[in-house]
C-alpha cells in the first residue's frame, strides 16, 4: 500500500514538476470539453421542448444561443489541446529522462548493473519513457471522466431516476477492461526476460567491437536464429493473452449496448411519462453514456497501466535509496598516515552466494606499492573493486587508518583515487578530453595534460592524430578518429596519472594490449612517481599484472588463489620461501629464456 501512494506521489510529482502551468491549463481544457458533449444534448432536449405541443417559445432563443456556445467552446478546446497536450507530453517525457539519468548515475555503487531484475526494470523504463509522458494524460482523462460522469448523471436522473443504472451496467465494461488489461500485462512482464535477451543478442550482433570475431567464428546465423526463437516465444505468448484481451472487452461491450437499446425501448413503449426532448436528450446521451463508460474502463486500464509505470520507477528509486550509502558522512582523508587493512573480508557478487573472495586480511602500509598476483579468476579485480568501494564487503570490513571505508563519503573516497583497468573505457571525446577527464579540476592545465601524457606514455599517440590533442577521437563522429587497442590503452593511462597525488592508484592488467619493454619502462617511471606520491602523501598503489618482471618492482606482493591469500611478502622473500610465486615466476623466466 505505501509502495503504492509513493508510486502515486511520484507520478503527480513528476507531471507537476515537468510543467506546472501546463498541467492545470491542460487539467482544465480537458474538464471543460468533457463537460461540453451532455450540455449541448441538453440544448437540443430544450430546444425540442420549446418547440414541442405546450413547450414555452421564449425558450428557443436561450436553448439556441447554448446550442452554439457549446459548439464554439467545443471548437476553441479542441484547437487548443492538441498543441497542448504535445507540449505537455514532451515536458514530462525529457523531466522523466533526466530524472533516470541521475538516478542510475547517482547510485554510488555498480551492484545496479548486476542485478538482471533492476536492468529489467531500468531498461523498460527507458523504453517506456514516451509512455511516461503521456502518462499526464491519465490525469487529465481522469478529470474529465469525473466531470463528465457527474453531468452525465444529472441529466439521465432528469429523465427518470433509474437511468442511473445505465452507468452501472457500464461498471461490467469496467471491470471487463480492467481484466483485459491485467492479462495484457502479465503477458509482458512475463516475458521481459526473453526481450532483454533478444535486446542483448541484437547488440551483440551490432557491435563493432564484436564484427571480426562474429565473422571468423560465422555466429550470424546462430544469433540470429535465436534472436528468431525469442521473438516468436514472446510474440506467441502475447498474441494469446491479447486474443483473451480483446474476447473479454467485446463482452463487456455487448452487454452495455443491450442494456442501453433496453433503456431507450422502456423510454418509447414502457410506461414512462416522458417529453419528447426527453427521448432526444436520452437518444443524444447514448454516445456520451458509451463515452463516459468505456471512458472509466480506459481511464482504469490507463491509470492501472501508468500506476505500474510509476510503480517501477518508484521501486528503482527505492533501490536508489537505500543504496544511496548516505550513513557515509566522514570526509575522505587527505593523506594515509598508518596504511590500508582488509580485515576478515568476504564477498559474493550481487545476486549470487559464492563467495569469490573468502577471509580475506591483508595490510598494506602507508607508502607502498603492492602487486596482485594469481591465476585467472583468483580475485584479484574483485579485491580492487572492494578498495575503490564499488561494492561494500559481503563480510568484514576494509580499513583506512583505522576508519572503516563504509564511513567515508564515497565521492570523496573517489576523488583520492585513480585507477585503470584492463577493460578500460573508450571514451569517444576529444583526446584532451579522453585524459584530462582523469582529473576535471585540471582539464584545461596544459601542464597537467603533458605531463599524464608523458607519463602515461600517449604522448607519440597524440602526436600522431592530425589535430593532435582536439582531434575528435572514435569512429561514431564523422572525421572522428579510431585508435587501436594500444592506443586507446595508452590514453586510459594517461587519464590514470591526471592525478597528481592520488591515495590510492589502482592499476588493473592496464598494460595487458602493450609490448612489455614499453610496459616495463612505464612501470619504472611509475614507480618514481609512486616514490614521491608515498614520500608526501602515503599514497598506496595496488598494481594487478600478470607480468612477473613488472611484479617484482612491488614493495609487497600478494599471491591469491580462489579468494584466499597464499603468499605473501617481498620478491625475494616469495622466491626464497620456494612456494607458489616462486614456481610461477620461474615458469615465466623460462619460457623468456
Ligand atoms: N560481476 C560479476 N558477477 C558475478 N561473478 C563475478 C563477477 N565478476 C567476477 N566474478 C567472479 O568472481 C571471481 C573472481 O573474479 P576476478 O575478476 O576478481 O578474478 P581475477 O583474479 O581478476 O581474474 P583475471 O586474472 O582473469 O582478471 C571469478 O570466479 C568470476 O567468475
Not at 440 to 447: F, G, K, S, V, Y
Not at 563 to 568: D, K, S, T, Y
Amino acid at each position: 500500500m505505501n509502495d503504492q501512494l509513493g508510486a502515486v506521489r511520484l507520478w503527480l510529482a513528476t507531471a507537476f514538476r515537468a510543467a506546472p502551468a501546463l498541467c492545470l491549463l491542460a487539467i482544465g481544457l480537458n474538464v471543460v470539453g468533457w463537460v461540453i458533449a451532455p450540455a449541448q444534448a441538453y440544448a437540443v432536449k430544450l430546444v425540442v421542448d420549446s418547440l414541442s405541443p405546450g413547450g414555452d417559445p421564449n425558450l428557443i432563443w436561450t436553448a439556441l444561443w447554448l446550442v452554439l456556445g457549446c459548439y464554439a467552446a467545443a471548437l476553441v478546446v479542441q484547437t487548443a489541446r492538441r498543441p497542448l497536450d504535445a507540449l505537455l507530453d514532451d515536458r514530462v517525457e525529457q523531466r522523466f529522462h533526466a530524472d533516470l539519468a541521475e538516478l542510475v548515475a547517482g547510485i554510488p555503487g555498480i551492484e545496479q548493473h548486476e542485478r538482471p531484475d533492476l536492468a529489467d526494470q531500468i531498461s523498460l523504463l527507458r523504453s517506456e519513457s514516451r509512455m511516461m509522458g503521456r502518462s499526464i494524460y491519465a490525469l487529465l482523462f481522469a478529470a474529465g471522466t469525473v466531470s463528465s460522469l457527474v453531468t452525465v448523471s444529472v441529466l439521465l436522473v432528469s429523465v427518470h431516476p433509474a437511468f442511473l443504472g445505465l452507468l452501472v451496467v457500464g461498471g461490467v465494461h469496467v471491470a471487463a477492461a480492467r481484466l483485459s488489461n491485467n492479462l495484457t500485462w502479465t503477458s509482458i512482464t512475463s516475458m521481459l526476460p526473453n526481450a532483454r535477451l533478444v535486446h542483448e543478442l541484437v547488440r551483440i550482433c551490432r557491435s563493432p567491437a564484436n564484427a571480426m570475431e562474429l565473422r571468423t567464428f560465422g555466429l550470424k546465423d546462430v544469433l540470429l536464429d535465436r534472436v528468431q526463437r525469442q521473438v516468436r516465444t514472446i510474440n506467441a505468448v502475447q498474441a494469446t493473452a491479447r486474443r483473451k484481451a480483446a474476447g473479454i472487452e467485446i463482452g463487456g461491450q455487448l452487454i452495455f449496448a443491450a442494456a442501453f437499446l433496453a433503456a431507450i425501448g422502456w423510454l418509447l413503449f414502457g410506461g414512462v411519462q416522458a417529453r419528447a426532448g426527453d427521448v432526444a436528450l436520452l437518444i443524444l446521451l447514448a454516445p456520451t453514456v458509451a463515452g463516459a463508460a468505456s471512458g472509466t474502463g480506459e481511464l482504469m486500464t490507463f491509470l492501472s497501466e501508468s500506476l505500474r509505470r510509476f510503480a517501477r520507477y518508484h521501486e528503482v528509486r527505492v533501490f536508489a535509496r537505500e543504496h544511496s550509502w548516505s550513513d557515509s558522512t566522514t570526509p575522505a582523508p587527505d593523506r594515509i598516515a598508518s596504511g590500508i587493512e582488509v580485515r576478515g573480508v568476504g564477498f559474493c557478487y550481487p545476486g549470487t552466494d559464492r563467495e569469490v573472495i573468502s577471509d580475506l586480511d591483508l595490510s598494506i602500509p602507508a607508502g607502498t606499492s603492492v602487486a596482485l598476483v594469481g591465476e585467472n579468476g583468483a580475485g584479484k579485480t574483485t579485491l580492487v573493486k572492494l578498495l575503490a568501494r564499488m561494492y561494500d564487503p559481503t563480510r568484514g570490513e576494509v580499513i583506512i587508518d583505522g576508519l572503516d571505508l563504509t564511513m567515508i563519503t564515497p565521492d570523496g573516497w573517489r576523488r583520492q583515487l585513480s585507477a585503470a583497468f584492463s577493460d578500460y573505457a573508450r571514451f569517444e571525446f576529444t583526446a584532451r578530453e579522453a585524459v584530462g577527464i582523469g582529473d576535471l579540476e585540471r582539464i584545461d592545465d596544459p601542464a597537467a595534460l603533458r605531463r599524464a601524457l608523458a607519463e602515461g606514455d600517449a604522448q607519440t599517440v597524440i602526436d600522431g592524430l592530425s589535430d593532435g590533442l582536439d582531434t575528435q577521437l572514435g569512429k561514431q563522429f564523422s572525421g572522428g578518429v579510431d585508435l587501436s587497442g594500444g592506443q586507446w590503452q595508452r590514453v586510459a593511462l594517461a587519464r590514470a596519472f591526471m592525478r597528481d597525488r592520488p591515495l590510492l592508484l589502482l592499476l588493473d592488467e592496464p598494460t595487458a594490449a602493450i609490448d612489455p619493454e614499453a610496459e616495463h619502462a612505464l612501470y619504472e617511471r611509475f614507480a618514481l612517481r609512486a616514490a614521491a606520491a608515498a614520500r608526501e602523501t602515503g599514497g598506496i598503489t595496488v598494481l594487478v599484472s600478470h607480468r612477473f618482471s613488472t611484479v617484482r618492482m612491488a614493495d609487497l606482493i600478494v599471491v591469491l588463489d580462489h579468494g584466499r591469500i597464499l603468499e605473501v611478502g617481498t620478491h625475494e622473500a616469495l622466491l626464497s620461501s620456494d612456494g607458489h610465486y616462486a614456481e610461477l615466476f620461474e615458469l615465466q623466466a623460462r619460457a623468456y629464456r
